[in-house]
């Protein structure tokens, strides 16, 4: 093992029997132990050392190398902060369901390799240096939301003694209502984004241009809000980004575009339509209307004759039934831009921890260092990694 370690220090990216060319011109004996040659360190060897590592179990032994490093640099760890990556993997995937093993397969890919089977590395790292503390492979296909639920029944009351952090921080998967009650139950507090999907967030971002947002610092202001979501007291950040509104706006010209060309393309196809009753014709209206995020109608439902034969019809002819079909004009209320306008760039951090001690700055503060996980997984994923 202590060879594997010092070749990864800058040999990485190569297969095991060329472990012995690494350590050709270096002091084995010194390094590794007396009476050690670098023949000896072959791929039976190293092949020997990870199938122990393996029956050890790899997350286990990690969290203790992780713990002990960070004893060792007397770092203060105040937050541990918890992501997940994927790796895309060039072989044959794998139907071994057993527990105990990760399954190779086609997910979600953060690598926009969709074409590509892959497996998912769960990360927890320190706040401080962002030293990974923790680290548990999972399948391709696994849910984020669902691998964070289980890394929190099963590890984060071990990570929090040895580390003896204050907040678990992550990403929105690990806002789940479960997840959150069994965080809460360990006494662990949490700072995690919220969901915008859920029914609360949205009413409460849809109040924004009411609200009293509060400088929080350069490009952000914010407004607290008082939650009890899935059971737990909380206290809520909504957060307006100046960054992310400049980004958002870009995106929602082309949002509204792209929509009010499919609404048009759908009004179109309901003109075409023909109803038995004018009841029948509004309901389609009202249904189609529904649909619609960006644009409105100014429409009728018109009488249309319909004739025993095709053509004119002659003269004093009268029709067999009586159609009903839908026409109208579309546009786009320029309030319906500026409600839009005004929900971009908010988002939504929650934290168990409603003392007064944590402020609006402190609990972003807390939250943006989240990238510490990021730049450990750009590492992993570098090439000479």
């Known amino acids: 093992m202590t060879a594997m370690v010092l070749n990864g220090l800058g ?35 190293l092949g ?22 960070v004893t060792k640099l007397g770092l203060a760890t105040e937050a541990l902060h918890l992501d997940s990556t994927s790796f895309h993997y060039d072989g044959q995937a794998t139907e071994d369901d057993e527990p105990r093993h990760i399954r190779i397969a086609r997910g979600y890919s953060r690598d926009h390799r969709p074409e590509l089977n892959q497996v998912i590395l769960n990360l927890i790292c320190e706040n401080q240096s962002g030293i990974p503390v923790y680290m548990k492979p999972a399948s391709g296909n696994s849910n984020d939301m ?22 678990l921080v992550a990403d929105a998967a690990l806002y789940v209502k479960e ?4 965080l809460d139950a360990q006494g662990q507090l949490f ?3 919220v969901p915008q999907t859920l029914k609360e967030a949205k009413a409460l971002i849809k109040q924004a241009p009411t609200l009293m947002f509060t400088p929080i610092s350069q490009g952000y202001e914010g407004v607290s809000y008082d939650s009890e979501y899935g059971g737990v007291k909380q206290k809520w950040l909504l957060i307006r980004s100046e960054q992310a509104y400049k980004r958002e706006q870009h995106n929602l010209n082309k949002r509204m575009l792209k929509a009010g060309e499919q609404a048009r393309k759908d009004f179109k196809l309901l003109g075409q ?17 529904d649909k619609q995020a960006v644009c409105n109608v100014n429409a009728q439902v018109t009488e249309v004759a319909v004739y025993a034969s095709a053509g004119r019809p002659k003269l004093g002819e009268l029709p067999t039934r009586i159609e009903y079909q839908i026409t ?3 546009y786009t209320p320029l309030a319906s831009r500026q409600s839009a306008l005004e929900q971009l760039g908010l988002f939504i951090i929650a934290t168990n921890d ?24 750009r590492f992993l994923k570098a090439p000479t990694s």
Request: hydrophobic letters at 35%; aromatic letters at 10%.
């Open 191 to 193: 700072i995690t984004r």
């Open 48 to 69: 020997r050392c990870l199938d122990s590592l393996y029956e050890y179990g790899v997350s286990n032994l990690y969290q203790q190398l992780g713990e002990a490093v």
């Open 11 to 45: 040999f990485t990216g190569r297969t095991l029997h060329m472990y012995s060319e690494y350590f050709r011109n270096k002091p084995v004996d010194r390094l590794i132990g007396e009476g050690v040659l670098p023949e000896h360190i072959n791929d039976d060897a």
């Open 354 to 377: 409603v003392s007064e001690g944590l402020d609006m700055a402190s609990l972003l503060s807390s939250y943006k260092a989240q990238q510490n996980v990021e730049k450990g997984f």
């Open 273 to 289: 339509q023909r109803f038995a009753c004018a009841q029948d014709a509004q309901t389609a209206l009202i249904k189609w209307q």
């Open 179 to 182: 997840t959150i009650e069994d």
């Open 328 to 330: 109208g004009n579309l």
């Open 146 to 167: 669902e691998g964070f639920k289980q890394i929190v029944k099963a590890h984060i009351g071990s990570l929090k003694a040895a580390q003896a952090s204050r907040y």
